[in-house]
Nanobody
Framework: QVQLVESGGGLVQAGESLSLSCAASESIFTMGWYRQAPGKQRELVATLNRLGNTNYADYVKGRSTIARDHAKNTVYLQLNSLKPEDTAVYYC?????????????WGQGTQVTVSS
């Protein structure tokens, strides 16, 4: 069982930036972030695997950066030009390699609130 510990989040104003980080208890192939706003389904924000392949949701392309420190088993997400609609609980996600169904893990979530 991979444990994911998130940090960051909080209350920011529109236009500001925010950084999130998530440390895994062991190395895992893919790490990233999803988010869930009230009344909405959980959706992809961005993922990054150990080969360096990234996957960004369209709504964050150009204003976010995902990065990993493999030595620390940690993934980082920088969000810029935040908008009120970015308000959500952000969940760290980790997934193993191999054929589906792949083993996956979730963090507890961290609240991001963007005020207008």
């Amino acid at each position: 069982q991979v444990q994911l510990v998130e940090s960051g989040g909080g209350l920011v104003q529109a236009g500001e930036s925010l950084s999130l980080s998530c440390a895994a208890s062991e190395s895992i192939f893919t790490m990233g972030w999803y988010r869930q706003a009230p009344g909405k389904q959980r959706e992809l924000v961005a993922t990054l695997n150990r080969l360096g392949n990234t996957n960004y949701a369209d709504y964050v392309k150009g204003r976010s950066t995902i990065a990993r420190d493999h030595a620390k088993n940690t993934v980082y997400l920088q969000l810029n030009s935040l908008k009120p609609e970015d308000t959500a609980v952000y969940y760290c996600y980790a997934e193993g390699r191999g054929l589906p169904p792949r083993v996956s893990f979730w963090g507890q979530g961290t609240q991001v609130t963007v005020s207008s």
